[in-house]
């Protein structure tokens, strides 16, 4: 298995499709709400799917949290709007106060990718020498890849030295497990923290992944 599904499954699922404008899986997030809006970025891993944290796509009013009320998602000259947002229930049970629940699964309105060899869930220990990827705050905003090292902390969530992004909330951490281009998902940045200066980021379940693609209508 990985990260949930088997190859089999990825095999079945994850169809490639024509390529639709220039192509990146690294993909950048603008999500809006009142007279608000908010930068993030994400990871493709399907032709219709977007990994990212869901506090890139949620507003925060007083003690309660609000769902944005657009969500666009950028790859290269390739543009939409998410048709669908799930955050994983455990995450929304604590306010948002979860921090390795801190995930949101954007759903495309049109397939947008391909040819797509989905980065792998890492199932074996993740921390160690890994990518951080993410785009820009400044417009034009900018794909950037930081080399991290990472190490797992004691509340689940994984630690490495860095400095503050914050339009890099939800762009993943990605390590090669051979020759060529990273190809394993190991989590996804969504903090920084002054004091320490390190990034932080989460090792998600793929049971949060698999109950929001269930929730999309993905049988999986």
Not at 125 to 139: F, K
Request: charged residues 15%; proline residues 7%; contains cysteine.
């Amino acid at each position: 298995m990985i990260g949930g599904w088997s190859a089999a499954q990825l095999g079945f699922f994850f169809q490639n499709q024509p390529l639709e404008g220039a192509f990146s899986p690294v993909v950048a997030i603008e999500a809006s709400a009142w007279n608000r809006s908010q930068v993030a970025s994400g990871l493709l891993v399907h032709p219709r799917l977007v990994l990212t944290v869901a506090h890139a796509v949620l507003f925060r009013a007083g003690a309660r949290l609000f769902a944005a009320a657009q969500v666009k998602v950028e790859l290269g000259n390739v543009r939409a709007w998410a048709d669908a947002v799930v955050i994983p229930s455990r995450f929304l049970a604590h306010a948002g106060f979860l921090a390795t629940a801190d995930l949101a699964v954007l759903r495309m309105p049109m397939e947008v990718s391909g040819p797509l060899d989905p980065p792998l869930l890492a199932d074996s220990a993740r921390d160690g020498e890994a990518m951080l990827w993410g785009w820009t705050l400044v417009r034009p905003r900018t794909q950037v890849s930081i080399p991290v090292t990472v190490t797992l902390g004691e509340d689940g969530c994984l630690r490495y030295p860095a400095a503050n992004l914050p339009a890099f909330s939800g762009g993943p951490l990605l390590r090669s497990t051979g020759p060529g281009q990273p190809d394993e998902l190991i989590g996804l940045h969504r903090a920084f923290h002054a004091d320490t200066q390190q990034g932080e980021a989460i090792p998600f379940s793929s049971d949060d992944v698999l109950e929001a693609m269930h929730s999309l209508g993905f049988d999986v």
